[in-house]
């Protein structure tokens, strides 16, 4: 199959460029002879260096010196010989262990590295299967090794959100309203569609608030790119993204999908150049903090896009030369603060447009340079909401 072969060679390209990263720090050691005399001539000056301080602090100038000792003070040499003896040997075997732990570590982390990327080889390797079996079971493998593998976890996402974009040989002209709805009902798409829904529930779930869980929270910074992909349905309800960034541009959405209570915050989420199909798009419960949204040359021919009970909150949407030629733009019950409505050089061909849910808000229209082509054939417009109407 000619998807699976694309894919495949995509797989290993990521593994090809993920296998020339140097897989852990290298270790970087002095010989052992001389990282003894190192250590030993540095245990020494401290010594020396401790007793000088010492007879300083005590003001004394020199010793008393005499031909005999006591048998008392023999004994005392000889401990201090046999601890210096001791310290000297402490200090050797200090040196080798701590070599010895550096060493092991840096092969249990190449050994780590080793394993992770033939995990990676064989859940790309599933992905690019013809059996949709198998390419179900990888969307799981894949998931699981990002879980583990934090320091290449990006580039697991990356793989699964590309085999999102990736065409599928079922789609014959994905152009053609009739002819896509047509390619979806074939045995071939039902199959591929599971195995795209499990990506999307995979990652959602992987996204939800799971309190104190640092293994998920720090997916939530990831880049999520969709660009061109077809959805056939999705839902990423309660998904929290945080300082993300998540493209569907020139996505095509045929299906309902939906971000019922999805959290945003400091992320962009781009839907420019998208195509909503018959489709339903609903943004229930969905919070916008610092966060804006780019449906910028979308199209709209049918189907509805919905935002209820939404919260906006310094953040703006933005509909710049978005087409309108079918269907419904409503917003119901929703919350903006210092946001902004952009629909600047938007063609309405006879889709409503209502608006009444975004009061408080400040809404740019200019729908006054095609005459009526231009104007929705519903216009429902705020009671508090800032119009600002111009020319185009």
């Not at 031909?67 to 310290?87: C, H, P, T, W, Y």
């Amino acid at each position: 199959m000619a998807k699976g072969s694309r894919f495949r060679n995509n797989s290993w390209i990521a593994y090809f460029t993920m296998s020339k990263r140097k897989p852990v720090d290298e270790v970087r050691l002095l010989p052992l002879t001389i990282a003894l005399c190192v250590t030993l001539v540095s245990a020494c000056t401290i010594v020396v260096l401790s007793i000088y301080f010492s007879l300083t602090l005590f003001d004394v100038h020199q010793l008393k010196r005499q031909r005999e000792i006591s048998s008392s003070d023999l004994f005392n040499m000889l401990k201090v010989a046999f601890a210096v003896v001791a310290g000297i040997g402490g200090v050797i075997a200090l040196v080798v262990s701590y070599r010895k732990q550096r060493i092991a570590e840096t092969v249990e982390g190449r050994e780590r590295f080793r394993l992770f990327n033939e995990r990676f080889v064989s859940s790309s390797e599933q992905l690019g299967s013809e059996n949709p079996a198998v390419r179900l079971a990888g969307v799981y493998s894949m998931a699981s090794l990002a879980d583990d593998w934090t320091e290449h976890r990006q580039t697991c996402v990356d793989v699964l959100c590309a085999y999102m974009r990736i065409p599928h040989s079922a789609i014959v002209d994905s152009q053609n309203l009739d002819a896509l709805l047509e390619s979806l009902r074939t045995t071939e798409w039902r199959a591929e569609r599971e195995v795209r829904l499990s990506i999307i529930r995979t990652l959602t779930e992987r996204l939800k608030d799971s309190g104190d869980d640092d293994n998920k929270i720090g997916w939530r910074n990831l880049r999520f790119d969709f660009t061109g992909a077809l959805f056939d349905g999705g839902d990423f309800s309660s998904a929290q993204f945080v300082k993300s960034e998540i493209h569907f541009d020139h996505a095509i959405f045929v299906g309902p999908t939906t971000f019922s209570t999805t959290s945003f915050i400091d992320c962009e989420l781009h839907f420019s150049d998208a195509r909503f199909m018959n489709s339903q798009v609903i943004f229930g419960g969905a919070k916008f903090v610092r966060s804006p949204i780019w449906f910028a040359r979308a199209k709209l021919s049918g189907g509805i896009i919905t935002f209820v009970n939404t919260i906006f909150s310094m953040s703006g949407i933005s509909f710049f030369q978005a087409t309108f030629a079918s269907g419904n733009l409503e917003f119901y019950s929703s919350e903006a603060e210092s946001s902004l409505m952009i629909f600047d050089h938007a063609d309405f061909q006879g889709a409503t447009l209502d608006l009444r849910g975004l009061a408080g808000s400040t809404v740019a229209l200019s729908l006054n340079d095609k005459g009526e082509a231009a104007v929705p054939t519903e216009l429902r417009l705020p009671e508090e909401a800032t119009i600002e109407t111009s020319p185009r």
